[in-house]
């Protein structure tokens, strides 16, 4: 079974630059999270959706930071403009949902993208 | 809301030693408890999980976890550590019913010393 898949790996922009990040979840699987994780930290949820649909946004900056999943299935994050406090690392997880809990309990993760603004 | 709080930042071991990484939660509601590990420049993979019953639950590569509902605490546990155990070890929570995501922990980063 393919796992969460992300692109690009690593990137590195200027300040006040535009990125964007791709994610292709797994199979089937209806929830699908970014999350943020910034060097010695742990993630923090950014956004997550339920198929097309927004769940949680609540930490997301709205201001700089969109993301959709017009489909259901893949995912896109961007970032415009960048700041250099967002230079971390960002991961997309997938679970999937039944009775109203994640199948199996797991959600799983992809490598990851990192971001770099200088 | 529910936190999780990591209480070593860095563990460093000697190999074919015992570790034990302690993580410590805080909910008003029922959670299940995970534990990650991050090797370096990869994301996250899962290494156990506590859903209900047994309190004691074991992991992939050893590892194995205790819950402790009275002390709110999931310390994960290794008899004999290797030296590909280097990785940075992250304690997560989610609620049971209502919203799916996970809950993290600043991560533990154990390093393993010839």
């Known amino acids: 079974e393919a796992g969460v898949a992300q692109s690009p790996r690593y990137k590195i922009i200027e300040k006040r630059q535009s990125v964007a990040f791709w994610c292709n979840p797994i199979?089937?699987?209806?929830?699908l999270y970014w999350y943020q994780q910034i060097l010695g930290q742990g993630p923090k949820l950014l956004i997550q959706?339920?198929?097309?649909?927004?769940?949680?946004d609540s930490q997301l900056p709205k201001d700089r930071f969109s993301a959709e999943r017009l489909k259901g299935v893949d995912s896109t994050l961007k970032i415009q403009p960048a700041k250099l406090e967002d230079s971390a690392v960002y991961l997309c997880?997938?679970?999937?949902?039944?009775?109203?809990?994640?199948?199996?309990?797991?959600?799983?993760f992809g490598e990851g993208s990192w971001l770099t603004v200088v | 809301a529910q936190s999780v709080t990591q209480l070593d930042s860095q563990v460093p071991v000697f190999e074919e030693a015992p570790v034990e990484l302690r993580c410590n939660y805080s909910?008003?509601?029922?959670?299940?408890l995970f534990w990650y590990v991050q090797y370096p420049n990869q994301g996250l993979q899962l290494l156990l999980k506590?859903?209900?019953?047994?309190?004691l639950v074991k992991g992939i590569n050893g590892f194995e976890a205790e819950f402790n509902k009275s002390q709110t605490s999931f310390h994960l546990r290794k008899p004999s550590v290797h030296i590909s155990d280097t990785a940075e070890y992250f304690c997560?929570?989610?609620?049971?019913?209502?919203?799916?995501?996970?809950?993290f922990g600043q991560g533990t980063r154990l390093t393993i010393n010839p």
């Open positions: 909910s008003s509601v029922s959670v299940y």
């Open positions: 506590y859903l209900s019953g047994s309190t």
């Open positions: 959706f339920q198929n097309n649909g927004v769940v949680d």
């Open positions: 997560a929570v989610r609620r049971i019913q209502g919203a799916q995501k996970l809950v």
């Open positions: 997880a997938s679970g999937s949902i039944r009775g109203g809990t994640v199948s199996g309990n797991t959600i799983y």
């Open positions: 199979s089937g699987h209806a929830t």
